[in-house]
């Protein structure tokens, strides 16, 4: 199974990469409200099923991939 | 009688830096600096634990997140719980707030530059283990030198748990905190590195009011086991 795991600062938690970005595209002419700098992690797991699998990644986040602190995940399983 | 010299640990990770800083300021202290390589799944006989300064796993994915789950983490997290002194610097201070044994968080710098340079800093505690030889209000200069130094605290972090603040702020930590501890006060961590700052030479030894500190401290508790 295939997992892509999303990461992206909390709401509210300070983003100077975002704004650098916004900023960035502000200067090429670009309209840009707001932007928000996460990360993607991309994962090949063993599981039986997509439920499986997604219980599986879910533990990783919890552990070690986001912190839950100033992080929060969304986790998309493809087969 | 001589009084004895307590033994604190320096934690090598891969990728830390300032491990032999650490050994050789708590030597010129007169503490008996040990080594421990972070695969150890034991602590050596003890007095005090020192997390050093640098990049730890490449400061990959997040500073300090990999280095939490080393063996030697788990044996300092015990040694913590038993009430023994931790002290974590720059990314010691990363890793301990992963590990959860200090609250909060370490992101990058509000600048995004990384920032080197000696900082101003006020002592908000002088009653911890890590600060006897200092007096509240009392200001030290120490290097900093980091790129995610950035501290976040949670919502509700008691305001007596802050030990250092920075007097001009590097790098946008909320409410300046340079310097935290935990709730029972054994535990510290700091992103200016007192290590560097132990004679005048290296432009300030303000740095060694707090690490003598602690062998004060170290010290204290061998004499209270004899």
């Not at chain 1, 650098?20 to 002419?29: E, K, M, P, T």
């Not at chain 2, 307590?6 to 830096?17: D, E, L, N």
């Not at chain 2, 300090?64 to 931790?86: E, L």
């Amino acid at each position: 199974m295939r997992a892509t795991v999303l990461v992206r600062p909390k709401p509210g938690i300070l983003d100077p990469q975002g704004e650098a970005v916004g900023s960035a595209l502000g200067h090429l002419g670009f309209e840009v409200r707001d932007a928000r700098v996460g990360k993607v992690i991309d994962l090949e797991v063993d599981a039986a099923d997509a439920a499986a699998a997604k219980a599986t990644v879910e533990q990783m986040c919890e552990k070690l991939l986001a912190n839950p602190l100033i992080e929060s995940y969304e986790i998309e399983v493809t087969a | 009688m001589a009084s004895p010299q307590p033994r604190i640990g320096v934690v090598t990770y891969p990728g830390s830096q300032d491990d032999r800083d650490a050994l050789w300021a708590l030597a010129a202290l007169d503490a008996e600096a040990v080594p421990v390589w972070h695969g150890e799944l034991e602590l050596p006989d003890l007095d005090a634990v020192v997390l050093p300064g640098g990049f730890s796993y490449g400061d990959h994915l997040r500073c300090g997140a990999i280095a939490r789950f080393s063996p030697a983490t788990a044996a300092v997290r015990a040694f913590a719980a038993g009430g023994g002194f931790v002290l974590g610097i720059c990314n010691g201070f990363q890793i301990l707030c992963e590990a959860g044994l200090l609250p909060g968080a370490l992101v990058r710098n509000e600048s995004l530059r990384f920032v080197c340079r000696d900082v101003p800093v006020t002592v908000e505690r002088d009653d911890l283990p890590f600060t006897t030889r200092c007096t509240n209000g009392r200001r030290l200069v120490l290097p900093v030198k980091h790129g995610d130094g950035r501290y976040l605290p949670p919502p509700d972090l008691d305001p007596a748990q802050v030990v250092l603040r920075y007097v001009d702020n590097p790098n946008g930590s909320v409410d300046g905190i340079a310097g935290i501890c935990n709730e029972t006060g054994n535990v510290m961590g700091l992103m200016p590195h007192p290590e560097h700052a132990v004679d005048p030479l290296l432009g300030s030894d303000d740095g060694a009011l707090l690490l003598a500190s602690l062998v004060d401290a170290a010290r204290d508790r061998v004499l209270a086991a004899i």
